[in-house]
């Protein structure tokens, strides 16, 4: 009888899970894809917790919470496995995660955030769109990569983050306001699009903005870093801690957890801020 390699059980996780219920199955199959060029001939009764520590240090420098993530796709397709009878629940080994590693504050100051844009501008309208986008949508890139014309609403000024009948994850796709400036953005690129998605096509847009960062003398920039500097410059403006939270699609309490700490002093003795809390001690979170 052939063994059921981790090979194999990646393999049947991605076909019959993550291609038909995960929302962003390509960050999955990423994770897939490394896991199975270091693990995907070692048989499931094989795999120790040595084997997973030599995962980590073949994968380094990838961070401690990128490898955390994939090895938690490693178990999610174990128990898969489970739960389809290819695998006993008592055979299922131990998968020692890494710590995840502390949340970056980086942000852009509006210089820093101009110098972006200029760079981005000169060399790629895509990536400048994208900055745009980012900024005043406080979105995440893959749902700016994969978003279409026909969720934006020009008439009521709303850009509709999750497609119709999505299936809505801890990383809510809320509808959001566009702004008067990413409106007049948008208007230029809908009057010369080539297709139906607002950045010209879905395709990954990591390089590209890495080198406009680079170009504008920007370190440790990422595209996550253009939603983080939104949070963060609406807290210094002393913004509703819920309304940041709406516009993210974060719970409240992720939101005090990352940005608490940038709000001043007197928005924290407004009126907006004694409600909130007072809404949470009653259990409102959300």
Known sequence: MTELTCGDVLDRYYREHVVKKVV?????RIAINHLSVHLGSVEVKNLTPDLIDQYCLDRTPTAGATQRRELNVLCAALNHAVKYRRLAGAALPYIPLPNSSPPKDRWLT??????????????SPRVRLFISLAYYTGSRRRALETLTWD??????????????????????RPTVPMGPALQANLVSAYNTRT????LGSDADIFSAFKAAAKRAGLDG??????????????????????????????????????????????????????????????????
């Open 24 to 28: 962003d199955a390509k960050r999955q």
């Open 110 to 123: 509006v210089d820093e955030l101009d110098r972006l844009l200029i760079a981005a501008g000169k060399w």
């Open 151 to 172: 969720q934006v609403n020009f008439n009521q000024s709303r850009i509709a983050l999750g497609k119709p009948g999505e299936r809505q994850t801890k990383k809510r």
């Open 195 to 198: 297709g139906p998605f607002v």
């Open 221 to 286: 920039v990422t595209p996550h870093t253009i939603r983080h500097t939104r949070a963060v410059h609406l807290a210094q403006k002393g913004i509703s801690i819920y309304m940041i939270a709406g516009l993210l699609g974060d719970t409240v309490a992720t939101v005090e957890r990352n940005y608490l700490h940038h709000f001043q002093i007197t928005s924290l003795l407004s009126p907006s801020w004694i409600f909130s809390v007072f809404r949470q001690s009653c259990g409102r979170t959300e």
